[in-house]
Structure formats: structure tokens, C-alpha cells
């Protein structure tokens, strides 16, 4: 299972992280589909290293042509000017193994609960700030989400 096998690598590298997205909305009770995974990393260059190492270590690459001093160096900028908020990850043999880490938070901002799955524990971002990270998006399927979260 991709996910066990992403945080595996990101705890080998002692990262700080929290699951976010689609993922934490169903691991939160709330019904929700969706293929990629979303991780919230520390907002620094080792972390940003590390993350990449991780990754690269279980097959996923980066979707650009970005390599992790690079879009820690530009972050800021990416984001003002390029709209980037996510540095995509995906498996070139399994293109359905998909991993975004988001670069608009910061993992030492976010409060996490352990969720099981498949008898271990995952770091999720705690029910209110994964409600305050959709809102924060905006996009019609955060909203949604928001909803469904809302009436747990």
C-alpha cells in the first residue's frame, strides 16, 4: 500500500510530517475518493532533501524539473508567481502512485492525530486544521470536503 510505504520512508529520514488531503478527510470518517497522497513536511531545506531522498528511494520522482534545494530556494516564488502550493511526485511504472508534498504549510504549524491503518500509526493533521486548510484552499471540492467534515 503506497501509503505505508511513503511514510515508512519519510519516518527511515525521521521527518516531521502529517497526512492532508483526501486521504486525512477519510481517515477523519468522512466519505471521500481520491488517488494521490498529500503530505505537510517541515519548511526547510533539510527536510525538503530529505523528503526527496525518501521518495526516491520507493520510486516516486518529481513531476518537475525541480530537484529539492530548488524548490526550497524558490518557494516563495513558485507560489506567488507560479501557483505552485504542491511539489508532485508520481511513479513513472505505476502512474497511479501519486505524492504531493504541500509547500504552503508547514509541518511544525500543524497539530496531528495517529490514525490507524493496517496496524500502524499515521500522523494525520488534526479534524479543526484540516477544516482551516480546506477553507484556506477554497477549491469547490475543499468546500465539499469542509461540508462533510462539518457534519462529523
Known sequence: MLLIRVVDALE???LKYALVGGHAVAL???VRGTIDLDF???????AFMKAEKALDEIGLKSRLPVNAEDVFNFREEYIKNKNLIAWSFVNSDKPTEMVDIIITEDANQIATV?????GR???VVNLPGLITMKKKSGRPQDIEDVKALERL
Open 121 to 123: 500509526k499515521i500522523k
Open 114 to 118: 495517529n490514525k490507524e491503518v493496517m
Open 28 to 30: 477523519h470518517g468522512a
Open 12 to 14: 527511515k529520514e525521521k
Open 40 to 46: 505537510v513536511i517541515q519548511l526547510t531545506k533539510s
